[in-house]
Every structure is written in C-alpha cells, then in structure tokens.
C-alpha cells in the first residue's frame, strides 16, 4: 500500500497496476474492523491452518466451482469447521497468494500452490467482508496434471495436462 492510498497489485506477467482505495480499504462511511488482507494472506502462504480458519465467521460459507461441482450449481463449504476441513483436504504443499485486490467490503485474490502428488492447483476468489472477516467466498478452482487423488474428495483424475496442453 503506498502513503497515498493507492494498492500496487501485480498480475502473473508483473504487470504493475494501481487501484485507488478509499481510506486504506475503508469502504467511505463504513464502521467496524477492516480486514486486513496482508495477515490474510500471511496465514496462507505460511500453511497456519488456524490463523487462516480465524479469518473466516464462524457461519461463513464458501461457495466452490470446480470440475467437481460445474455451473450453474455449486458445493458449499459451511462454518469454520467444515472450512477447516475442506481446507485441510486441499493437500497444498506450499503456495502462493497473488491479484490482490482490496475493495473494503470485498477483496479478491488467487492461490497458486502444488499438491503433494505434483498436481498444479489455481483458484480464484472472491470475498464478501463483515465485521473484519470473510462472510461469504466464491471460489473457481482449476488444476492439471497426473493425480492420483481419490475422486470422492471432489479432486477428479483429469486426464488432460490443463498448463502445458496448447489451446
């Protein structure tokens, strides 16, 4: 975040783009915690599943789309324990949070991380922000390569490479 308000996010090829914030992610007239996206995505790429849990209400939902559960419908993740859980199941064996974007009542963001079975994994996200933590998050979730994950955790054996297959 620079003195003047403003949020540097970078895209995949480094592309610098300034996004002017209102009051440092303050959503003008609005009361309450700010949620801090810095320890956010601390407590991700630092693997604390607790500190990552803790961000989240304690009725949060998580809606999923993946390979999975397609459009139109969805899965969802309810609570802090069931999000524990399903984050738990997500095997990422390290990782990357980047795109940031800070918009007060909603921030966005993508993971990048590897399963331990050399699977590549991206999702994209979306969040609803209340009273300092994540109330509602939409998430798309791609990946490639050889998996041998059991299908019925929801990561399906794709049998296409999804990053090196040319379109």
């Keep these: 975040m620079t003195t003047d308000g403003r949020a540097t996010v970078r ?60 459009p139109p419908g969805s899965r969802t993740v309810h609570g802090r324990p069931a999000i524990r859980a399903w984050f738990d199941s997500l095997d990422a064996a390290g990782g990357l949070v980047t795109d940031l974007v800070d918009g007060g009542d909603v921030v966005a963001f993508t993971e990048r991380w590897t399963r331990r ?9 979306t969040a609803e922000v209340r009273d300092g933590l994540v109330a509602v998050q939409r998430t798309v979730l791609a990946w490639g390569g050889a998996s041998t994950a059991d299908p019925s955790d929801g990561w399906t054996r794709l049998g296409k490479d999804l990053w090196t297959t040319a379109g």
């Design 117 to 125: 079975d050399g699977t590549s994994v991206v999702a994209a996200s």
């Design 11 to 70: 895209d995949p090829g480094d592309l610098r783009l300034d996004l002017r914030l209102h009051g440092r992610g303050r959503v003008p007239g609005r009361r309450g915690p700010v949620f801090d996206l810095t320890g956010f995505v601390r407590a991700r790429e630092h693997r604390d599943l607790g500190a990552r849990v803790a961000w989240y209400a304690e009725d949060a939902d998580i809606h999923v789309v993946d390979p999975a559960s397609p």
